[in-house]
């Protein structure tokens, strides 16, 4: 869309550039404006339309007054005509044109036809126009090419396209009318008002098949179709050929700049507004309105400005809608200084900023001193109602602004609470006549006191709100409610509710579920479902994420049997939890061994029709494969897959890790090779799983077989995975490959864990290559890896010392790192002094 655009903003320069040929008169045609030539009025006698006038707007009208007998057998046409252009009301108009096609010897031509549908189309009656187009093919009424012209383009002012349409069809098939050029182009108009390229495009055809040749009027109407479906390919061809011929006018600039606009594309319709100028050509007053909304709509505020600049240097007054859109613009971007001055120059020009311009002025002030101004200039000309609007958005204004405090001390000003010391001697409050708070007064500073977690000072305002006689809203209500049931305060809770009640106020799905989820949050389960039975009765539904936060919750603490009980309780009550609840519990049972309980629980809501996801099932297996039993998971990774449900990563990883730890590593490989099969790539958690128990199998060469293939499958190795390997070597009787890759960790960055260094020291003294060890020993001191003494590993490696300590390459080097306190004194009585 964007290359588009751009393509068809560099037209404007391209001006031998045509993509399309239309057939082109040697000079332009003269558009014909009126289509009318017959009647003079003034042949009409001018007390029989006077009769006719006084007749119908005579309230009560009687459609059996003797006199309408009288002059009925008088009708013409052009009398018609006439008295209806009379009558300033459309409803009028139309009694007398719908009498008139009653009465005897008389019948409506193409020319009263065409009055009446101007009058219904300038007041957009669509209903009697659309009856009148009927009634016009079924009383087969003759019409020039220029009245059919004429009635087209009323209809399609009004978005009556397919009426257009098929008026325009069966006039010509009736033999009611030969259509011509402009009868054309205002079937062209007509359809501009959609979007039906199809459409639009057919009826092009038609009319160069029929031999007629096109002009500017012709192609506008197509251009303004392509543009309204967002062809900009074909606007472009026709745009060029329009161009070419000098028939682009402010108009055609107008429908360009207005789609760029559409579409969001700021800068290219300003380009293009810049390439009028230098034609000459300006946008009319409402393309300058419409261009300016769009601008601030799609946040460039920059550009609507020097927009605004260009209307207001084209001649044209902006209205008080232009500069509320603008001033709001500049609000949301926080261009407080830019909306001042554009409110300074209203008052300038004598235009009086409204309610709404003065809240957006005043939600945005970050100065007090700018609050003060204003109001101080609106309290001696605003009505009491307004003056509230403004107080209560300087309200907002300083609770956006996190000055709470202040709205406080303003909102006990409107109080008439002189007395507090606070209160009159604050700047801001000098309040020249009493303004009295409403309940959107007290809610604004009440829900900043709320998310400021001062909810003592909120209570004690909303209860002064009640003593003065201002009554609370069931929002106001709710915020207090969710405000202490956010900070865990029941009792308060409790107290609300019931006040809420009292005062007339039923509870909505949000009070409930407010208090619900506080329960849950608790873990308190008795209380929980007494309310869900209470929310029952009001068929509402507790929120799922509650419950599911309660069976979470009481699953982490041991308390699965409890949870599963509570989700047995919410289906007894009526209310179907989701499965991600059910998940939690099934998890929850398996952490503490109630893994038949869980398989039990899956089973029953698998019949009740439930579907369990991809994460319910990996719950399931893993926890079977660490109770190693590994093929009823198997069982249950079949069952999943019959379910039409796609095996995860993860899944397959916990049956790897399944059979690799019940000794089945060959098992395992095969899980690998199905992984591949499936197009589901292992990752670096399945290969060192594998790797771990190809080295716990005895078969460290399959095992650096598959760390080689792992990395040729473009899986990088990380910290983990070389210590898998390092550990498994070393079990294997291989330090001086794990060595290998030790070095390898540690160039890529990685600092083993101190079970590395100790499966290396092992090895290599199981190995008796002394020397080796004990460089082992002493990098793991040096780094500061030396187990703490209740580390299991510290017994080996005192062992490792005590045994270095007694060969004589090794020993002097473990005194030194004892003497430098690298390692701490282990069985110094069994280290002979050699000093």
Not at 141 to 166: H, I, K, T
Not at 609 to 616: E, L
Request: proline share 3%; hydrophobic share 40%.
């Amino acid at each position: 869309m964007k290359k588009q655009a751009m393509a068809l903003a560099r037209t404007i320069t391209q001006a031998h550039y045509n993509l399309i040929k239309f057939s082109v008169p040697t000079s332009n045609p003269h558009r014909p404006i009126c289509t009318k030539t017959h009647n003079d009025s003034s042949s009409i006698p001018s007390d029989l339309t006077n009769a006719f006038i006084s007749i119908f707007t005579k309230k009560p009208f009687s459609p059996h007054n003797p006199e309408l007998n009288n002059l009925a057998p008088r009708l013409t046409t052009q009398v018609v005509e006439t008295v209806l252009n009379s009558f300033k009301s459309w409803k009028v108009a139309h009694l007398f044109f719908t009498w008139a096609s009653s009465q005897s010897g008389y019948k409506h031509n193409c020319y009263t036809y065409n009055t009446m549908a101007s009058i219904l189309s300038r007041v957009r009656q669509i209903a009697p126009l659309k009856a009148m187009a009927t009634d016009v093919v079924n009383l087969r009424c003759s019409m020039s090419p220029g009245a059919l012209g004429y009635l087209v383009r009323c209809l399609g002012s009004v978005g009556l396209v397919d009426e257009a349409n098929d008026l325009f069809d069966q006039a010509r098939t009736m033999g009611l009318c030969v259509p011509n050029d402009y009868s054309y182009t205002c079937l062209l108009e007509a359809i501009a008002k959609s979007s039906s390229i199809d459409l639009i495009e057919m009826r092009l055809k038609e009319m160069h098949n029929h031999g007629w040749k096109f002009n500017k009027y012709t192609l506008t109407p197509v251009l303004q179709v392509y543009c309204n479906a967002g062809k900009f390919e074909k606007a472009l061809s026709v745009f060029n050929d329009m161009n070419e011929r000098g028939w682009v006018d402010a108009h055609v600039f107008s429908i360009v700049v207005l789609s760029f606009s559409k579409m969001g594309e700021v800068d290219k319709a300003f380009e293009l507004i810049g390439r009028m100028e230098d034609h000459n050509m300006t946008l009319n007053q409402k393309t300058f309105c419409v261009l300016i909304h769009g601008f601030v709509r799609e946040s460039r505020v920059d550009k609507a400005l020097l927009l605004f600049d260009k209307m207001k240097q084209s001649g044209f007054s902006p209205d008080v809608s232009l500069y509320d859109v603008l001033i709001g613009g500049l609000c949301k971007i926080k261009e407080v200084e830019k909306a001042l001055r554009l409110y300074s120059e209203m008052k300038q020009l004598g235009i009086q900023a409204d309610v709404g311009i003065l809240t957006k002025l005043m939600t945005s002030f970050s100065e007090e001193s700018e609050m003060i101004r204003v109001l101080e200039e609106r309290q001696e000309d605003t009505d009491e109602e307004a003056m509230i609007l403004l107080y209560n958005s300087v309200l907002k204004g300083l609770v956006n602004n996190n000055s709470i405090d202040k709205a406080c001390l303003l909102l006990r000003a409107m109080m008439a609470d002189q007395s507090d010391v606070d209160v009159a001697e604050h700047k801001l409050l000098s309040i020249k006549k009493a303004i009295h708070p409403n309940t959107i007064s007290f809610s604004i500073v009440i829900d900043g006191l709320l998310k400021t977690g001062k909810l003592d000072l909120a209570l004690s305002l909303f209860q002064h709100m009640k003593h003065i006689g201002c009554k609370p809203n069931i929002m106001l209500y709710n915020n207090l409610i969710d405000g202490f049931c956010n900070s865990n305060r029941l009792e308060e809770i409790y107290e609300l509710f019931r006040e809420m009640k009292v005062s007339g106020f039923e509870p909505s799905r949000f009070t409930y579920n407010s208090v619900f989820g506080c329960l849950c949050r608790r873990e308190d389960v008795v209380a929980a479902l007494d309310l869900v039975k209470e929310m029952r009765v009001h068929a509402y539904e507790p929120w799922i994420k509650h419950s599911t936060l309660l069976v979470k919750g009481l699953c982490k603490h041991g308390r699965a049997v409890e949870a599963c009980k509570f989700l047995a309780s919410m289906v007894q009550e009526g209310f179907l939890p989701d499965i991600i609840a059910y998940s939690a519990a099934i998890d929850g049972l398996i952490k503490i061994q109630e893994l038949d309980r869980a398989l039990e629980l899956f089973r029953d809501i698998c019949s009740r029709g439930y579907r369990p996801d991809v994460v319910a099932y990996n719950i399931l297996i893993s926890g079977l494969c660490k109770a190693k039993r590994v093929s009823e998971a198997e069982d249950i990774l079949h069952k999943m897959v019959v379910k039409g449900l796609v095996p995860s990563v993860v899944t397959y990883n916990l049956l790897v890790d399944g059979w690799c730890k019940n000794g089945d590593v060959d098992q395992a490989m095969l899980f690998l090779s199905r992984m591949f099969v499936e197009d589901r790539n292992p990752n670096v958690i399945t290969y060192t799983t594998l790797i771990d128990g190809l080295c716990n199998d005895g078969r460290p060469d399959d095992a650096l077989v598959l760390w080689n293939e792992m990395g040729k499958k473009g899986c990088a190795p990380n910290k983990v995975s070389f210590m898998a390997l390092i550990h498994g070597l070393c079990k294997c009787g291989r330090p001086d490959t794990a060595l290998v890759y030790l070095h390898e960790m540690q160039e890529k960055e990685m600092e083993p864990d101190t079970f590395v260094y100790v499966a290396l020291i092992s090895s290599f003294l199981s190995n008796l290559n002394l020397p080796l060890a004990f460089e082992i020993l002493k990098e793991m001191a040096e780094k500061g890896n030396f187990p703490d003494p209740l580390d299991k590993n510290f017994v080996i490696v005192r062992d490792a010392v005590l045994k270095l300590s007694e060969d004589a390459k090794t020993s002097s080097g473990v005194k030194n790192l004892i003497a430098e306190g690298r390692i701490p004194r282990i069985g110094c009585s069994d280290i002979k002094d050699e000093g």
